[in-house]
């Protein structure tokens, strides 16, 4: 008996490692909820990004949640500001930071710009910490909406992130590594 205890304690442990050294599929979307919005006392920072790496083209992958982003409209009172989908690693490090952004760029800043902060297990910790930035004619900021929020993320589920005006839904999605290639379909990435 005793050995059994130790052999499902070793597997537990073995198995975690596993997925955090897994690649995930990250989908997030972005919406204003209602038309108001509530600008933060200063703008977004130059160093918004904080040092973390920037999604790159060849970690982008299509959406699948438009079923999710049809309801996301004006009639509705919705509004979409982001809406992205990257293959994004993991290690055993406690946590992975990444810089995400949308739109064209002005003075190194984006109409939505920012850090997503993940810790992988069986349900992943996300923290969001974006900049949804409002520009002057001569592409200067004017405001900017500060989300910062930490969720908890089922893996392979929808979750809601609720921040007063703003709002996303995010899921995250463990991938097979090693027999996937690039110039694979992701049409089943989430399925």
Known sequence: MRYLVHTVL???????????????????????QGSESMPASRIAPDNWANGAPAITAEMQRSTHLGHLAEKLTPEHGYQIVLHKAWLQSSNEETSVQTAISEGQEHFDHYPVEGTLTFEFDRTSTVQLDLWINQFNPDQTLLSSEHFKQNAIVANGQVTFIDYSTLGALIRIQAQKTSTQTNDES???DFE
């Open 10 to 32: 070793l597997f537990a442990l073995c198995s975690t490692k596993a997925f955090a050294n897994d690649t995930q599929l990250v989908e997030l979307i972005v919406f204003r």
């Open 186 to 188: 992701h049409a089943e």
